[in-house]
């Protein structure tokens, strides 16, 4: 089977398929299975642009070079336009604007200046970032994840996928079928290596983060992608970090004190991680930038 990033969508065989699937999984009685199927479809044919299209998943270290070298451009750049003097400034100038309304372009150099260098400290929610791997294999993790979320959500069942010898092709789990059946038209990955792509990224994402993951030397900010309630304990996940965080009484209450106890509320939201002297990792209010004129001397 040729391997592709095009995907336009399920044929009405396949969805059946994915139905099916989840039927035999326990799909609540209260489903909405064309919303549920319009959610799937979407998510799969935008993971598989974004594997496509260049520059939608970013690796860090070469962003970082990338913007670097366009700072260094743009200072180049202005030191040039300094070096012209005043009268061939002003002609370039001129030629940005009409009569009367003439434009600085040392102003305009030093503003892309400032917005290249504050790109280069803050994450870009325009892109898929990842460490490793090609664009194919980061869409292949975003697409397992998403419809492990689909399958518990839409069923209440915990996921679970596992290595079973006796299985058709080596796997098995409460959710296996159901994302065989999503992924195997999408084609990121061959049909016989899928299986093992599956169950690898199911352990990522059922991993439970601990210290270790954090930096204990510094508070780690970190924004809520989903709660979920899961072994008698709500769990969170976040969109910077792999795995889950099971929330104790005191974490909990600390997110429930900072964005109340609406958990539809808390998605998006920011707060902070530290590991503390006991090596438990605890829950804090991110640090905001006050907006308070300071007082006067």
Not at 44 to 58: F, H, I, K, Q, Y
Not at 157 to 163: A, E, Q
């Amino acid at each position: 089977m040729q391997l592709t990033n095009h995907f336009d969508g399920y044929t009405k065989e396949q969805e059946k398929a994915i139905y099916q699937a989840l039927k035999e999984a326990g799909l609540k009685a209260d489903a909405d299975w064309d919303r549920i199927l319009f959610v799937i479809s979407t998510t799969m044919v935008d993971l598989c642009e974004g594997a496509s299209v260049p520059g939608a998943v970013a690796y860090v270290s070469t962003k970082k070079e990338q913007l670097d070298d366009f700072i260094a451009a743009l200072g180049n750049v202005r030191q040039t336009y300094e070096e012209l003097g005043e009268r061939y400034q002003w002609h370039l100038d001129d030629q940005l604007g009409p009569p009367g309304h003439r434009l600085n372009l040392l102003e305009a150099l030093d503003s892309a200046l400032t917005a290249a260098q504050l790109a280069a400290t803050k994450p870009n929610p325009h892109v898929h970032i990842q460490e490793t791997g090609t664009a194919r294999n980061h869409a292949m993790r975003l697409a397992v994840t998403s419809l492990l979320a689909i399958f518990e959500k839409t069923t209440g069942i915990k996921p679970t996928v596992y290595f079973n010898q006796h299985a058709a092709d080596g796997y098995n789990g409460s959710c296996y079928k159901f994302i065989v059946a999503c992924l195997a038209p999408v084609r990121l990955v061959a049909r016989k290596q899928l299986g093992s792509n599956i169950l690898s990224e199911y352990k990522k994402w059922n991993r439970a983060i601990t210290a270790s993951d954090l930096d204990k030397d510094k508070v780690t900010i970190v924004t809520m992608q989903s709660v979920e309630y899961r072994e008698e304990k709500w769990t969170l996940r976040f969109d910077e970090l792999e795995g889950c965080l099971p929330l104790d009484k005191s974490n909990f209450g600390a997110i429930c004190g900072l964005y109340r106890g609406d958990l539809d509320e808390w998605m998006g939201q920011k707060i902070a991680l530290c590991v503390d002297h006991s090596g438990s990792i605890q829950i804090l209010a991110p640090i905001r930038k006050s907006t308070k004129s300071p007082p006067a001397a």
